[in-house]
């Protein structure tokens, strides 16, 4: 078992910045793709980005340039800096670990979720 824990949500002004954390505890981190997804309000779960174990990254293109993934193995903690955040990057923020085999975008590849960690940007 992983358990996920994210932090760093809240309120901030269009074109401010955030900085997601996401603790994980359990099994061996570093064996983990760990990913980023988000859901809106009346909006299905998506993709954001995620990172493999080599540090290798892929991003929603809509907020490439601007998202940030990384992630320190040796404190078992994946972040995602935020910058130029818009409106419609408001949503609930979800961490995700999982054993990816074929596609780092698709949710099902993931075992374990973290709660989640509300992000509001203001207009």
Do not use: H
């Not at 892929?58 to 935020?82: P, W």
């Not at 999982?98 to 207009?123: A, C, I, P």
Request: glycine residues 10%; aromatic residues 14%.
């Amino acid at each position: 078992q992983v358990q996920l824990v994210e932090s760093g949500g809240g309120l901030v002004r269009t074109g401010g910045s955030l900085r997601l954390s996401c603790a994980a505890s359990g099994r061996t981190f570093s064996n983990y793709v760990m990913g980023w997804f988000r859901q809106a309000p009346g909006k299905e779960r998506e993709f954001v980005a995620a990172i493999s174990w080599s540090a290798d990254n892929t991003y929603l293109d809509s907020v490439k340039g601007r998202f940030t993934i990384s992630r320190d193995n040796a404190k078992n903690t994946v972040f995602l800096q935020m910058n130029v955040l818009k409106p419609e990057d408001t949503a609930v923020y979800y961490c995700a670990a999982g054993v990816v085999y074929s596609d780092y975008r698709k949710q099902y590849e993931y075992d374990y979720w973290g709660q989640g960690t509300q992000v509001t940007v203001s207009s």
